[in-house]
């Protein structure tokens, strides 16, 4: 079990791109509830693989981890839904389905995670987008969207369930400078708002601007810049 005020912990983990390529050794970090920190390193260093076992799309193959209140060493299929109804991930290519509108992308991650009244679908659907900036989106297309509101429409999805982390890879790295900075304003005010974030990035210059504490994967290993 965790401590209360912990909502991630790492402790003695490796970190495997496969079965049999280790990318991170003895990974020993804790993020508390409401911490906002950055994850950066050279593309190929681990950064993405380390998210991915984090909301157990790789597995935990030694070491102990866990992540609200699941233990990610010990994991079972079944399990892994409703570990990622408690967290919410944001992807660098957006991975929204381009046939069907922002609302009906929407609504098919809730239908998916379990829930059943339409009502209050609707509700939560209308509330993400309102703290993303996009409530006049639900009837538009993907393509009718720009890169950064797409982005925004991908963070309104990882909120849905109302997560107590978000683990962000690369939010930013397909936007120009100043919708960058509009991204990250959002996940500032979703911070703000309570919910923990551990964000991957490459995007020095705006790591620079809004400093957090930073965890650095480097020669195989995390370390505390």
């Keep these: 079990m965790l401590p209360s005020n912990i909502i991630l912990s790492l402790k003695h983990a490796y970190i495997y791109q496969s079965e049999s390529t280790l990318v991170l050794s003895d990974v020993n970090f804790d993020i508390e509830k409401g911490e906002f920190l950055y994850l950066i390193g050279r593309t190929g260093s681990g950064k993405s693989s380390l998210l991915k076992t984090l909301y157990a799309d ?4 030694r070491g102990l981890g866990y992540i609200s209140d699941f233990e990610l060493h010990s994991i079972k299929k079944s399990q892994i839904p409703y570990l990622r109804r408690k967290i919410g991930v944001v992807f660098q290519d957006f991975q929204l389905f381009m046939d069907r ?3 009906d992308n929407l609504y098919f991650i809730l239908e998916a995670t379990g829930w059943e009244n339409k009502a209050k679908m609707n ?4 509330i993400v987008l309102a703290q993303v900036g996009l409530e006049n989106s639900l009837d538009k297309f993907p393509h009718q969207l720009s890169g950064g509101e797409q982005q925004r429409v991908v963070i309104a999805r990882a909120l849905l369930n109302e997560p107590q982390i978000i683990l962000a890879d690369e939010p930013t790295g397909n936007l120009d400078p100043e919708v960058s900075e509009q991204i990250m304003k959002t996940f500032e005010d979703i911070n703000t708002a309570g919910t923990a974030i551990l964000m991957a990035s490459h995007d020095y210059l705006l790591i620079e601007k809004h400093k957090k504490r930073t965890l650095k994967c480097v020669d195989g290993l995390v370390v505390e810049q």
């Design 58 to 61: 790789l597995w935990l193959e």
């Design 123 to 126: 509700a939560r659907i209308s």
């Design 101 to 103: 509108n922002i609302h």
